[in-house]
């Protein structure tokens, strides 16, 4: 069967929403708030025998430098104000008119292993994006992306495209049958474009065929965090925050004692309660993230309708009793916490507005106790939500709901890889093992860009920094055995099972 670029199937990276929608609603709150902060991100490869010919290499540097032909169509914008009304005019017109620059923002480079100069010759990739954050923050995606493509394009050949459709079909089914809420998120570590949309089509196939007669039917699939193939199959976007939100504004304020609690009143600000309303907790450990999740929402931080670019989304509508616009006060960090701000029974806290948690580093088991014990301790009754989105497989998902309910939360799972870079090796019927391959933002307002994490495996960022912050936080280490990141998804002598997949 022919490969993305081979008759007529696309290759490639070539829509800015061909991307994770917690960029689009990042980018928007960047526009707002940080719209002059410079920033540099960094690539990892956590699977460094795995590596790249210099011709895989060649190719993704093409398609990384075709990256600057991409603008916004006039029917994605459209698309854009009617499926994410949460993203304020100002955020679209920039986004109508943006294009990115990546023979100025990308540096990229080969290290050959012994520079024979050969086509064939493996060596390892380095890759850095710098610029402004507004700009340089829609890279991490596609890059990601094109650099698995170039992986399974050039040096793991053997494997096709037979049955991914059926695949992913079963999958679903599997799911839904067992009654699970879940989404697509495997755009980063897909194996391609075009293995990604036939997941699309499988998932979508089995949800409307709806649940086996052994499912009470609460079972959905509740759609991809891709925005381009939520356009494409009708299906909703999903998806809210990720830790580079958290991490840049740590790094702007060297504020890691408040900067939780900074991030979520700058979230609301620009979005407004019960919108995005799923928090991500683990950036610098839960312990941290809850002690400002319980802190009271002061009057100012509210979304206020306006058509100037520092005004948030008209959308967005807020339940407290006064609505001001942050264009008429100082943002938090530059204005303190007023002393009566938190005053009277009216506030609600972080926990009471937001819809739930996102759990995505750490034992998941342990992670719901804690939230069970916080919500308890908070007297927090609401049903709360939580997104299960680190190495998610079928049983595990299984596992992670029976846990979640019988803890009277309402459990939904983001699965990643596991649906998109699922082959097998058809010489040896082995697994045909995905890249673990990252990139985070490694600075911000030129000082070093960090993240914790419930898991020792997943501490991302420069040494020293990282050990500063954790003596500031009180952190105690925690290290998950089942979080290897070198063999997050299982070896080629391996099982070619659901248990070695990870998002």
Not at 3 to 16: A, I, N, Q, Y
Not at 128 to 143: M, R
Not at 301 to 317: E, F, Q, R
């Amino acid at each position: 069967m022919a490969r993305d670029g081979e008759d007529g199937l696309p290759e490639g990276v070539f829509s800015f929403l061909d991307t994770d929608l917690y960029k689009l609603t990042m980018q928007c709150a960047v526009l707002k708030y940080f719209p002059a902060v410079h920033v540099t991100y960094a690539f990892t490869n956590r699977t460094p025998h795995m590596r790249l010919s210099r011709k895989a290499f060649d190719w993704l540097s093409e398609q990384i430098s075709k990256l600057g032909n991409i603008s916004l169509s006039q029917q994605e914008l459209d698309y854009l104000k009617n499926a994410c009304p949460y993203l304020n005019d100002p955020y679209l017109r920039y986004l109508k008119a943006f294009s990115l620059r990546p023979s100025e923002q990308v540096t990229i480079a080969f290290t050959p292993s012994n520079d024979s100069g050969q086509s064939e010759e493996l060596g390892d990739v380095h890759m850095e994006v710098a610029g402004l954050w507004v700009e340089a923050i829609l890279y991490e995606i596609p890059l990601l992306a094109l650099t698995s493509e170039a992986y399974f394009k050039f040096c793991d050949t053997e494997w096709t495209y037979d049955r991914q459709e059926e695949k992913a079909y079963g999958k679903g089914i599997r799911l839904l049958e067992n009654d699970c809420v879940f989404s697509e998120f495997g755009t980063r570590r897909r194996r391609d474009y075009h293995t990604q949309d036939m997941v699309i089509r499988g998932l979508k196939r089995a949800a409307k065929q709806g649940t086996c007669a052994t499912g009470k039917g609460t079972g959905a699939l509740s759609g991809t965090s891709n925005v381009h193939f939520a356009m494409k199959y009708n299906i909703p976007p999903v998806g809210t925050v990720a830790h580079e939100w958290f991490m840049g504004i740590a790094a702007f304020t060297n504020d890691y004692e408040h900067v939780s609690e900074i991030a979520l009143r700058y979230w609301i600000g620009c979005f407004g309660e019960g919108v995005l309303g799923i928090a991500l907790t683990d950036t610098f450990g839960t312990p941290v993230f809850l002690k400002a999740f319980k802190q009271p929402i002061p009057h100012y931080t509210n979304a206020a309708a306006g058509a100037a670019s520092t005004l948030a989304s008209a959308a967005a509508v807020s339940t407290l009793p006064s609505i001001d616009s942050l264009a008429e006060t100082k943002p938090p960090i530059h204005a303190p916490l007023p002393r009566n701000a938190t005053d009277g029974a009216n506030l609600r806290s972080y926990a009471q507005v937001f819809s739930g948690v996102r759990q995505d580093s750490g034992d998941p088991t342990a992670f719901i106790r804690v939230m069970r014990d916080f919500y308890d301790r908070e007297s927090i009754t609401d049903k709360k939500t939580i997104v299960f989105s680190d190495s998610l497989n079928i049983e595990l998902c299984l596992e992670y709901k029976q846990a979640a309910e019988e803890a009277g939360f309402q459990p939904t799972f983001g699965v990643g890889t596991f649906l998109t870079n699922d082959f097998l090796n058809t010489s040896s019927g082995k697994k045909s093992v995905p890249l673990n391959i990252v990139i985070k933002l490694s600075s911000a307002a030129g000082k070093p860009a960090i993240k914790i994490s419930d898991n020792i495996g997943k501490n991302t960022g420069d040494f020293q920094t990282v050990h500063d912050a954790k003596q500031r936080l009180g952190y105690m280490e925690h290290e998950w055995t089942a979080g290897d990141e070198k063999t997050r998804w299982g070896t080629a002598e391996g099982r070619a099972t659901t248990q070695q997949v990870s998002t």
